[in-house]
């Protein structure tokens, strides 16, 4: 998750980690951070210290209450830097404006790779195998007993995004807001059951009793730990 009201840094944030294989989601306001940050569930956030409203110290202070994901902050001055150094607001790292893009990138995966071990790489060839299922997330391809399958760039979102944390169980909500196309009409919770059920009908050997991606009643879904 990107926290930063200047939108020209949000999205050059934003497309060098895209262009790493990551995931990443703007939000312009501190308000808006801690309001979407169960939603988005984000491993990561990139956070710039001056915002309006509520500022990137407060916002740090409030994520920290509820979360040990990395936070690396975006400042401006050396005073602020001061303050993230001295304060203990609970950052793992900070920038200085302006920073090289590439600097950021590296910085991010040190934090994940620290925080997720190997499971943090998108680079390194990473390679999923779960029983003789194996997701290839560099290369986008799932094969199963050496079958290529073919899923969809939103199919294999989903299940990349699962399979990363076998055990974590994910709500639909949060699932939707993975893959949510925000031009599209008539999206709700429902489509992330259509999406899974042809994931299903796709990676298991008997989608009937899925032994892969597990439903987990009331809740939502979870990768299986075996
Ligand atoms: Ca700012």
């Known amino acids: 998750m990107i926290v930063e009201d200047e939108p020209a840094v949000a999205r050059g944030v934003q497309v060098a980690l895209e262009r790493e294989g990551y995931t990443a989601q703007v939000v312009a ?3 808006e951070a801690l309001q979407r940050f169960q939603d988005l569930a984000p491993d990561l956030v990139v956070l710039d210290v001056r915002l309006p409203g509520i ?3 407060e916002v740090c202070r409030r994520l920290r209450a509820q979360t040990k994901a990395p936070i690396i902050f975006l400042t401006a001055r050396a005073d602020e830097v001061d303050k993230v150094v001295g304060l203990e607001v ?3 790292d900070y920038l ?3 920073f090289s893009v590439r600097e950021l990138v590296s910085r991010v995966k040190a934090l994940l790779r620290r925080a ?3 499971l943090a790489d998108t680079q390194t060839g990473r390679v999923l195998r779960r029983g003789d299922l194996v997701i290839d997330l560099e290369r986008r391809r799932v094969t ?7 899923l969809t760039a939103t199919e294999f979102d989903l299940l990349r995004h699962l399979a990363s944390r076998p055990g974590r169980v994910y709500t639909r909500s949060q699932l939707l807001e993975l893959v949510r196309d925000y ?19 796709k990676i298991e050997p008997d989608p009937a009793q899925p032994r892969y991606i597990r439903t987990v009643r009331g809740v939502g879904y979870a990768f299986s730990e075996d």
């Open 144 to 150: 199963r007993d050496t079958e290529r399958l073919s």
């Open 183 to 201: 031009d599209a009409l008539e999206q709700d919770e429902r489509t992330i059951n259509v999406h899974i059920s042809h994931i299903r009908d």
């Open 116 to 118: 997720y071990g190997e």
């Open 96 to 98: 200085v404006k302006p």
């Open 55 to 57: 500022d990137g110290f």
């Open 29 to 31: 306001t501190g308000e």
């Open 90 to 92: 609970g950052a793992d």
